[in-house]
T-cell receptor, first 113, second 112 residues
Framework: NAGVMQNPRHLVRRRGQEARLRCSPM?????VYWYRQLPEEGLKFMVY????????ESGMPKERFSAEFPKEGPSILRIQQVVRGDSAAYFC???????????FGPGTRLTVT | GENVEQHPSTLSVQEGDSAVIKCTYS??????FPWYKQELGKRPQLIID?????GEKKDQRIAVTLNKTAKHFSLHITETQPEDSAVYFC???????????FGRGTSLIVHP
């Protein structure tokens, strides 16, 4: 039973480029959450999605960031025109229906040069 | 919104000792309190959780206590082992979306 999958594991982008991060939830899970983690800091909530719906995006920066969870395929977090301050580890987590337990993927470490 | 404070930020113990990490929360509506362990460069792993209708929960060497009146909850690890060394995060969430607010983490170091 595969856990939460994320790819790529490491991503290097130059300033101004776009970054696309992918997350496949655990089998049977229909809820996806994205978090950002800076070095030696906690996890900051960004967005909560269900299939084809954004439920809560209160943690997303208003510009350059977007997320989707299409009917088919993984959830995608997109960062346009990346800046150095976007460098961080981005984790997604999934949960099953209305159960609160969230299980995390291995993360994507984004480095902006 | 919810605010979660976690202490201490660093905890150093000898193997076999107990370790206690404490968290406080601000939103009385929070009713779900998970704890995550994150080893260096790895994903956060859910190690134990507690809901507001329970005061204590135990799983082998790990236990969590919750005081709803005082709005604080704690993680207790007994008979610590070097492999317990990691960063531990507490979180608080409320029903509905269960979006957790995390503490800043405690770096636990267990010396052999």
């Amino acid at each position: 039973n595969a856990g939460v999958m994320q790819n790529p594991r490491h991503l290097v982008r130059r300033r101004g480029q776009e970054a696309r991060l992918r997350c496949s939830p655990m089998k049977g899970h229909s809820h996806v959450y994205w978090y950002r983690q800076l070095p030696e800091e906690g996890l900051k909530f960004m967005v909560y999605l269900q299939k084809e719906n954004i439920i809560d995006e209160s943690g997303m920066p208003k510009e350059r960031f977007s997320a989707e969870f299409p009917k088919e395929g993984p959830s995608i977090l997109r960062i346009q025109q990346v800046v150095r301050g976007d460098s961080a580890a981005y984790f997604c987590a999934s949960s099953q229906g209305q159960r609160p337990e969230q299980y995390f993927g291995p993360g994507t470490r984004l480095t902006v040069t | 919104g919810e605010n979660v404070e976690q202490h201490p930020s660093t905890l150093s113990v000898q193997e076999g000792d107990s370790a206690v990490i404490k968290c406080t929360y601000s939103d009385s509506a929070s009713n779900y309190f998970p704890w995550y362990k994150q080893e260096l460069g790895k994903r956060p792993q859910l190690i134990i959780d507690i809901r507001s209708n329970v005061g204590e929960k135990k799983d082998q060497r790990i236990a969590v206590t919750l005081n709803k009146t005082a709005k604080h909850f704690s993680l207790h690890i007994t008979e610590t082992q070097p492999e317990d060394s990691a960063v531990y995060f507490c979180a608080a969430a409320s029903g509905g979306s269960y979006i957790p607010t995390f503490g800043r983490g405690t770096s636990l170091i267990v010396h052999p």
